[in-house]
């Protein structure tokens, strides 16, 4: 009996031990199955609308070198909450034929701020597809409200409005309406350059 009793110890012992390792390999294998998600190299997208005549023209432009600073999480929220960039003034790109344009903003505008070689934020992002940009410019730090969404194929667009004035750059508004003055002249007679700028944006995310 004693013997018998002894073997069914083993066995539950030697179950119970089974059932431990099935369970920690299972998690185990869970663990290194999670997927993170990072952000795609180049697939980062800014561009802005900013307006000129009393007509509100639009002139359209993009910045080509974007650096991203952020760390990849199990969503994509959490990979975007936290992130940080950086956007030297210098790679501004208006498609303008003449190549004058170009720098003409960066002289007249950029240059006319302080601390304005790069355009610096950081993102943090909310359950209700709101988000604001802690956006640094002109030596002035300030949040910028921003729409987001993510599509089934994980790429996120982003929207807001700069009011140049938050930034304190109206000087440079107005340096740069003086230098384009006969361009942001109207049928009215009337130059005029608009302070607020629409932003866009948009990255693609990869699950690794």
């Known amino acids: 009996m004693k013997n018998i009793q002894i073997a069914a110890l083993g066995l539950l012992l030697v179950a119970a031990f089974s059932c431990k ?3 920690k390999e299972e998690k185990k294998q869970e663990e290194s199955t999670t997927a993170t998600y990072s952000i795609v190299e180049d697939s980062t ?3 802005f609308t900013a307006y000129k005549t009393t007509d509100k023209v639009p002139v359209g432009g993009t910045f080509q070198d974007i650096e991203l600073t952020y760390t990849a999480g199990e969503t994509p929220m959490e990979t975007l909450n936290g992130l940080e960039f950086s956007i030297p003034v210098s790679s501004l790109f208006t498609n303008d034929p ?4 170009d720098p ?3 002289e007249f505008f950029f240059e006319k701020m302080a601390e304005t070689q790069s355009i610096t934020g950081t993102f943090t992002l909310k359950d209700d597809k709101s988000c604001t940009v802690q956006l640094s410019m002109n030596g ?3 949040e910028l409200p921003m729409e987001y969404e993510i599509t089934e194929d994980n790429h996120v667009n982003f929207s807001g409005v700069m009011d140049l004035k938050q930034w304190n750059a109206l000087d440079a508004l107005a340096s740069l309406n003086e230098a384009c003055k006969i361009l942001h002249t109207g049928s009215d007679g009337v ?3 608009w302070e607020d700028v629409a932003i866009t944006g948009s990255v693609l995310l990869e699950q690794e």
């Open 140 to 142: 002035v730090s300030t």
């Open 21 to 23: 390792q099935t369970k």
């Open 45 to 47: 997208d800014v561009r």
């Open 98 to 101: 003449t190549g004058t344009r």
């Open 191 to 193: 130059s005029k350059t």
């Open 104 to 106: 003409k903003i960066i």
